[in-house]
């Protein structure tokens, strides 16, 4: 029998991601957020939620930009203390001895030490409680060539995202690969 835990934020896995931004004098700005994902297909879009306490989120509406870089398990350490400290109190990048990366296609630095970011331009802004959601067009993905499959396209257990558990609050790595999508439950298909 499952047991009822309440109306909470488990979802699981949970990505770690950094956001980037720029603040009001250029000033590269990055921030750890869990509350982040895949919203459409067409066109690309990602969600990232914030609250508006954050320099981020103040960034976000002044530059209508943001980046989102996924950190490797080598970088655990530094992607948690982004998600300590403000960026309206302190360098962040400066701090954690990695480098912003100036996007050419979004007004938003990237993190050049993290395998993969996602350049965004802001879509739409959805007000939804405590956190408001940024709903970003995805313009270009990039990624470290050494974190790419022989398929050319990004391969997780080169990338070694980090997961965060919400009300656990830890981080984990991913898993073994179990089987490809939208393959191993052919055989429960009946012709």
């Known amino acids: 029998m499952k047991k009822s835990l309440g109306a909470k934020t488990l979802l699981y896995p949970?990505?770690?991601c950094v956001i980037g931004?720029?603040?009001?004098f250029g000033n590269p700005n990055a921030m750890t957020a869990a509350w982040v994902g895949i919203c459409c297909s067409s066109p690309p879009c990602l969600a990232v939620?914030?609250?508006?306490v954050t320099q981020t989120y103040r960034n976000i509406i002044n530059?209508?930009?943001?980046?989102?870089?996924?950190?490797?398990?080598?970088?655990?350490?530094?992607?948690?203390?982004?998600?300590?400290?403000?960026?309206s109190v302190a360098d962040k990048f400066s701090t954690s001895g990695l480098t912003p990366l100036k996007s050419n296609l979004v007004d938003a630095p990237l993190v050049k030490e993290f395998p993969m970011a996602?350049?965004?331009?802001?879509?739409?802004?959805?007000?939804?409680?405590?956190?408001?959601?940024?709903?970003?067009?995805?313009?270009?993905?990039?990624?470290?060539?050494?974190c790419l499959g022989p398929d050319g396209l990004p391969d997780i257990e080169r990338i070694r995202p980090i997961i965060f558990s919400p009300e656990g609050r830890k981080?984990?790595?991913?898993?073994?690969?179990?089987?490809?999508?939208?393959?191993?439950g052919r055989e429960l298909i009946k012709s």
Do not use: M, W
């Open 49 to 52: 939620s914030l609250r508006k």
């Open 63 to 87: 530059r209508k930009a943001f980046t989102v870089s996924i950190p490797s398990e080598d970088h655990a350490r530094e992607a948690d203390y982004f998600g300590l400290v403000s960026g």
């Open 118 to 146: 996602l350049e965004c331009r802001l879509h739409r802004i959805v007000e939804i409680g405590l956190h408001t959601q940024f709903i970003g067009e995805i313009i270009d993905v990039r990624a470290d060539e050494s």
């Open 14 to 16: 949970t990505p770690v």
């Open 171 to 184: 981080y984990h790595s991913l898993g073994r690969f179990i089987g490809n999508a939208f393959s191993i």
């Open 21 to 24: 931004t720029y603040d009001r």
